[in-house]
Antibody, heavy 122, light 108 residues
């Protein structure tokens, strides 16, 4: 069965960096667009970033552009979110999610990980 | 950027029908997707492409989309349906995946 397992969350100071891995299993990883979605405490869902199956195309929400980057390791079935220059408003649960359409972007998220909590605080 | 509007809450008695809306400019021209998020859990896709259900999602969940409003309907509501429900679209103008603010469904 499809599984996505995030890790790497914790407490980070403002201005510092964190890297979140998401280990996938149960599907052909290299065939799918993958995404990061976050949820601040008590708030709604917010798309963060997406990456194409080959890793060559990357997309970011305006509020993280220039601070976060996304990458993937198709030989190890792992997605990454690299978070730089962290701000208190980046405090959230970060979910990795698989795109609903093989090869392309179906525009939705059919499987989600359990999430990892990032807290930005001094 | 594109905005999706959802009512904050809907209350329904067990066995009855819950309907929740998702408003957006000409949303009928977009594909709408719906997620259920129970407290403390990750979201689960319940409807995609306006009205399709992933495998394992009961037929009690159905969707429609026309004009400026998309609707998720839950028939024969059960206690386990109590959750937050989010609508979502992909906005081709901004290349953003947009979520509504969510509707909390309370089963009385």
């Amino acid at each position: 069965q499809v599984q996505l397992v995030e890790s790497g969350g914790g407490v980070g100071q403002p201005g510092r960096s964190l890297r979140l891995p998401c280990k996938a299993s149960g599907f052909t990883f290299r065939n799918y667009v993958l995404h990061w979605v976050r949820q601040a405490p008590g708030k709604g869902l917010e798309w963060v970033s997406s990456i194409s199956p080959d890793g060559n195309k990357k997309f970011f929400a305006l509020f993280v552009r220039g601070r976060f980057t996304i990458s993937r390791d198709n030989s190890n079935d792992t997605l990454f979110l690299h978070m730089n220059n962290l701000r208190p408003e980046d405090t959230a649960i970060y979910y990795c999610a698989r795109d609903g359409d093989i090869y392309g972007s179906g525009g939705y998220f059919d499987y989600w990980g359990q999430g990892t909590l990032v807290t930005v605080s001094s | 950027s594109y905005v999706l509007t959802q009512p904050p809450s809907v209350s329904v008695a067990p066995g009855q029908t819950a309907k929740m809306t998702c408003g957006g400019h000409n949303i009928g021209g977009k594909s709408v997707h719906w997620y259920q998020q129970r407290p403390g859990q990750a979201p689960v896709l319940v409807v995609f492409d306006d009205r399709d259900r992933p495998s394992g999602i009961p037929e009690r969940f159905s969707g429609s989309n026309s004009g400026n409003t998309a609707t998720l309907t839950i028939s024969r509501v059960e206690a386990g349906d109590e959750a937050d429900y989010y609508c979502q679209v992909w906005d081709s103008v901004s290349d953003d995946y947009v979520f509504g603010s969510g509707t909390k469904v309370t089963v009385l």
